[in-house]
Each structure stands twice: as C-alpha cells, then as structure tokens.
Nanobody, 119 residues
Framework: QVQLVESGGGLVQAGGSLRLSCAAS????????MGWFRQRPGKEREFVTS????????YYADSVKGRFTISRDNAKNTMYLQMNSLKAEDTAVYYC????????????WGQGTQVTVSS
C-alpha cells in the first residue's frame, strides 16, 4: 500500500502562485508514475500532469502547459506542483495519485486539497 497526503492548497488571487506538495509513504519503491488531477466545481475529475518517478519524464494537460511545473524529490518521497499565473478556472480540488504500472489507471489517491483562485 502507498499513502499519499497533499498540502499547500489555499486562496490566491488571479495571476498569483501556489505550490502543492504530495508526500508518499508506505511501499514507495513500487511507484512508477505519480500525477496530479483536479476536479473543478460541477466537472469531472481531470488529468493535470504526471511524472515518471525514476526518469523524471513529465506530461501536461494543454490547459496548464507553461504555467504549471511538476517535480519530485525521490529522497523525500515527495512530489510538487508549482502553479504560476493562476486563473479563476484553475479553482478546483487537486488530488495527487500514484500508480505501480507504466500504464493504466492510478492505484492510490490522496484526500485532495482545495485551491481557490479569486478573480
């Protein structure tokens, strides 16, 4: 089992920045990919970005390219999401997730952290 705990959410004005963290514990050696997802009000959960845990390859949704940056610190078993130039439409609950296979669905999820961007 892998446990994930997000932190760093909050209220920020449009154009501002926030950094989210996701601390992993448990069988972290089994993690292959980690990612960030979000669920905006009235919308389904959507992919934001992901990172290969060993190689560091990253992927981004078009809506956040150039504004968000995913990174990880393997020594601390922690993943980060630096969010810059935030927009009102970035308001959502942000979830971190981990999977133990190169492809397919994510196996483990955090509890989510609220990000609210005021316009």
């Amino acid at each position: 089992q892998v446990q994930l705990v997000e932190s760093g959410g909050g209220l920020v004005q449009a154009g501002g920045s926030l950094r989210l963290s996701c601390a992993a514990s448990g069988r972290t050696f089994s993690i292959v990919y980690m990612g960030w997802f979000r669920q905006r009000p009235g919308k389904e959960r959507e992919f934001v970005t992901s990172i290969n845990w060993s190689g560091g390859n990253t992927y981004y949704a078009d809506s956040v390219k150039g504004r968000f940056t995913i990174s990880r610190d393997n020594a601390k078993n922690t993943m980060y999401l630096q969010m810059n130039s935030l927009k009102a439409e970035d308001t959502a609950v942000y979830y971190c997730a981990a999977r133990v296979s190169p492809m397919g669905r994510y196996d483990y999820w955090g509890q989510g952290t609220q990000v609210t961007v005021s316009s």
